[in-house]
């Protein structure tokens, strides 16, 4: 049976628009160096002989695990750690190189810093007093004080006053935040909650909430992880 002239023109139309479809994805799709240098790293890290309906972690980071060594000075790598190392390389790169008298005074200030923390004489030179000072400003520390420590000056609050002047984070006994109000976002209400500091719970890892990992990440467990599987941040 002939096919009708009508239905005959509307099949040419949608494969032209289905092959128009197609162009377009191709032209869509990212072929900067760039692009094409993370999609090879991210097919490094897969195992493309796993089916991922049986073990989908094992197909999304099984190249890692199998490629990926831990230094004798780590205890576990992570995909986000090899990015992390990478950045720290970077930015030592750009921190050892000489000031420019026209650059921005915040550049200057990171390398004054980075150069003074390098100086090895001027730092066996002074040893242990700077800390010590910094130390006594901030209320002192039993450890160091020995007999001569007043448990009955020390208030939390006090401490977390003098380390707000001297500009450290407050979040050392208890962690607390001013946020909008998610019931009314023209009200502002302050968070409290317990410290987020990693000695506040030993082994487990400093994370301000749980919802902060990542399921996307890959991780070679730490020497004292294994034989007990891989955990997925």
Request: glycine share 8%.
């Amino acid at each position: 049976m002939p096919i009708p002239e009508a239905l005959s023109d509307i099949d040419h139309v949608n494969a032209i628009d289905d092959t128009g479809l197609k162009q377009k994805a191709v032209q869509e799709v990212c072929q900067t160096p760039g692009c094409v240098l993370t999609a090879a790293d991210l097919i490094k890290t897969m195992d493309l002989g796993v089916d991922p309906c049986d073990n989908f972690y094992q197909f999304a980071c099984g190249g890692f695990i199998k490629s990926t060594i831990i230094p004798d000075d780590k205890t576990q790598m992570t995909t986000f750690g090899i990015l992390n190392d990478k950045l720290e390389e970077q930015v030592r790169i750009l921190v050892e190189e000489p000031i420019q008298p026209d650059e921005p005074k915040p550049f200057t200030l990171v390398r004054n810093l980075y150069q003074s923390c390098m100086n090895k004489s001027l730092l066996a030179k002074k040893g242990l007093d700077p800390i010590k000072e910094k130390l006594k400003k901030l209320g002192g520390w039993p450890v160091l004080e020995g007999s001569q420590w007043d448990p009955s000056g020390f208030t939390w609050k006090d401490s977390v006053y003098r380390f707000r002047k001297h500009g450290y984070s407050v979040d050392y006994f208890i962690d607390f935040s001013v946020t909008t109000d998610v019931k009314n976002s023209t009200y502002r209400v302050i968070d409290v909650a317990r410290s987020t500091r990693p000695w506040t719970q030993p082994g487990v890892p400093h994370e301000r909430s749980p919802g902060a990992r990542s399921a996307s990440l890959c991780k070679i467990p730490g020497r004292e992880e294994r034989g007990r599987g891989v955990r997925v941040y």
